[in-house]
């Protein structure tokens, strides 16, 4: 999972994953996409903390430019599948909670490594009427293969927000959704929220000793 964890980090940094404000919901989801990713991702490269791997600064561009867009509690109710419906209110917040942390820090390890990448967009294949799209793209680097993406978008009262990714093949959803279940199998709904949480704490101590 090392080497697919790296890939969606890869992709969900420098694609930024974000949307700017209410007006932007009349865009098409992917003149969305590229218009802010390729914001976010200059500033990335332009941002000497960022550079620098400061975890401030980034876990703040992160909050700022991507969770408020990203639908968390789908994303966390599909990668939790029929687990979810067997949680309480409290488990579902705690659970969406930590899996939103996690993801924080996943972006955050990647944000400091952009350096030359770009995007490049395929044509959008989805109707006018459509509520649900994948908006494909790839990322180009100076060395290695380009790195193939999907994004899954759902359109909301409030707009166009992402609620899944495929990096080479691999959605984000499934990739977690393995893990999550064998954890409640292990130890149910709590027992994946303390493993979240004991994982969320030791990347937050790391990033600590990298200040």
């Known amino acids: 999972m090392n080497m697919l964890s790296k890939l969606l980090a890869i992709a969900l940094s420098v694609s930024a994953l974000t949307f700017a404000s209410a007006a932007s919901a009349q ?15 200059n500033t990335a490269k332009s941002d000497k903390d960022i550079q620098a791997g400061n975890i401030g600064r980034i876990v703040a561009l992160v909050e700022e430019k991507i969770l408020p867009y990203v639908d968390s509690e789908r994303m966390t109710a599909l990668a939790a599948g029929r687990y979810w419906r067997q949680a309480t ?14 993801l924080i820090y996943t972006y955050s390890g990647a944000l400091s490594q952009v350096r030359d990448q770009k995007i490049e967009y395929k044509p959008l294949r989805a109707d006018p009427a459509d509520t649900e799209v994948e908006v494909r793209s790839q990322v180009i680097q100076s060395r290695g293969e380009p790195i193939q993406l999907s994004y899954r978008l759902e359109k909301l009262a409030t707009g166009w927000k992402l609620y899944d990714v495929n990096v080479m093949g691999a959605w984000l959803v ?18 994946l929220i303390k493993s ?12 600590s000793a990298k200040k």
């Open 27 to 41: 865009e098409a989801p992917d003149a969305l996409v590229k218009r802010i990713s390729e914001d976010v991702l």
């Open 89 to 102: 209110p409290e488990q579902q917040k705690q659970l969406m909670t930590e899996f939103r942390s996690l």
């Open 174 to 191: 499934e990739a977690y959704k393995g893990t999550f279940q064998s954890e409640i199998t292990k130890g149910g709904i709590d027992g």
């Open 196 to 207: 979240l949480s004991d994982k969320n704490k030791q990347l937050a101590a790391r990033s």
